[in-house]
């Protein structure tokens, strides 16, 4: 057991990612408020559980190794990363000390026991990124926090519900219990998207790293309809989704209708699972082996209504070499925008 390690240059950052299985990172910035306030959790995990060539804990000054942070396309502080083997499978944006703990916590376990992640439902099951609605296909890991926030654009959804940056947002829905299964019911907090004049929604997303994008899992949690109940006002599930890679910005429906998708994707009932109401897109990964954006352009929904409604987005795979570094900010415990 022992304090974190302050890392004082690349090589010996290196060194320590080869040999030692897991390896726990706090980027942060002598200037940074947030940094000083986990400061003492981040400390007291590293007593706790640090053990040679097993677990270490280490520290990275942003402003005096730029060359480590511009590596691993850190943009915000504190943001904490967990290595496996050399190999990144948690990153949490933001003085949250619960998520840091859980996800260190969880790791050691694993270690201790010689076990793997399990990989289940629910908000336990992404080390990386916050809540996700499936489990995580072997070797892949959950890339939404590459999602370039600031650049996300949607067209024709209803300004009386959540904007596009909340489909990104690390949070469980709303809509699910605590138990990480679904209500069933209306919530009062509208943190989803549903579309305007008709079911139609375009999404741009862009990214800030290259990924290789195994799948994409589609949360959406619509109110059972009742007996009595205009089938017209209850919003429903995406059917038809057509999905274009690195595009400079996003298309217009026309113009979508005249370009041949990278994808044609059609979802049915029994792609969605019952508990989180999460479909899960797997994409034909040779097209999308090197991708900067992704248009999403829901088509239709599944049923007779006038709307189409989605919770979360979460796009799973490998992240690469970083498109842009963007300017560092500072993070609190709200967890970004």
């Excluded at 270490?56 to 691993?72: A, H, L, M, N």
């Excluded at 502080?77 to 050399?86: A, L, R, S, W, Y």
Aim: glycine share 8%; aromatic share 8%; charged share 25%.
């Amino acid at each position: 057991m022992s304090s974190p390690i302050h890392i004082n240059s690349p090589e010996q950052f290196t060194s320590l990612l080869s040999s030692t299985k897991i390896v726990v990172v706090d980027f942060f910035a002598e200037w940074c408020g947030p940094c000083k306030q986990i400061a003492p959790v981040y400390e007291q995990l590293a007593m706790q559980l640090s053990k040679p060539k097993e677990m270490v804990f280490t520290k990275v000054d942003t402003d005096k190794q730029p060359q480590i942070s511009q590596s691993y396309n850190i943009t915000a502080m504190p943001t904490f990363m967990v290595f496996k083997n050399g190999k990144e499978v948690s990153r949490i944006r933001g003085a949250n000390p619960k998520a840091l703990s859980d996800a260190v916590k969880k790791l050691a376990v694993e270690s201790e026991s010689g076990g793997s992640s399990s990989g289940g439902f629910g908000e336990s099951s992404s080390a990386a990124g916050g809540w996700i609605g499936m489990g995580l296909p072997k070797a892949y890991t959950n890339c939404t926090e590459h999602v370039d926030i600031k650049g996300l654009d949607l067209l024709n959804a209803d300004s009386d519900f959540g904007g596009v940056r909340t489909l990104f947002e690390p949070s469980a829905p709303s809509s699910l219990d605590s138990k990480g299964k679904s209500k069933g019911a209306a919530t009062t907090t509208k943190d989803w998207v549903e579309s305007d004049t008709d079911p139609q929604l375009m999404f741009f997303i862009p990214f800030q790293a290259t990924l290789k994008v195994h799948t994409i899992h589609v949360t959406s949690l619509p109110p059972k309809s009742s007996e009595g109940d205009d089938d017209d006002e209850v919003p429903m599930r995406p059917k038809t989704i057509h999905l274009y890679t690195n595009r400079a910005h996003n298309l217009g429906f026309e113009e979508a209708e005249d370009i041949t998708p990278t994808q044609k994707i059609e979802l049915e009932e029994k792609d969605w699972d019952e508990n989180t109401g999460t479909a899960k897109i797997e994409v034909r990964f040779v097209k999308f082996q090197n991708v900067s954006s992704l248009v999403m352009f829901v088509v239709d929904g599944d049923g007779d209504g006038e709307r189409t409604r989605i919770d979360r987005l979460r796009i799973v795979g490998e992240s690469g070499e970083k498109r842009s570094m963007g300017k560092l900010e500072k993070i609190g415990d709200e967890q970004g925008e």
